[in-house]
């Protein structure tokens, strides 16, 4: 979890990014340890998005904020886009209920 004592999904989908590229990686050159420590990453990231899901749309944007109207939708297309391309399921769904 981030180093404040809230989740934050901001901090989770970047932590979810880093584990999948640790994993990646590990995979090319053949290093389990690495291979471990991404899916450990990508678990933790997603215990933490969960997280911060449950604590309801005002808070678990972290200190960016959830934004309203055209940014919320501009935000919500971002991160719809980098859960595409990081292969994160949750971060696509929430982009899209954002757009």
Excluded at 16 to 38: H, L, P
Excluded at 50 to 56: C, E, H, I, V
Aim: charged content about 25%; aromatic content about 4%; hydrophobic content about 35%.
């Amino acid at each position: 979890m981030s180093d404040s004592t809230s989740p934050s999904l901001i901090h989770g989908h970047a932590q979810y990014a880093k584990g999948a590229i640790e994993e990646t990686i590990g995979s090319v050159i053949g290093a389990k340890s690495w291979t471990d420590a991404g899916s450990h990453d990508k678990s933790a990231a997603i215990s933490e998005m969960k997280a911060a899901n449950d604590l309801g749309s005002s808070s678990r944007m972290g200190a960016a904020g959830a934004g309203t109207g055209d940014d919320a939708s501009f935000l919500g297309g971002i991160e719809k886009k980098v859960g595409e391309a990081v292969g994160c399921e949750g971060m696509v769904e929430n982009g899209e209920k954002k757009q």
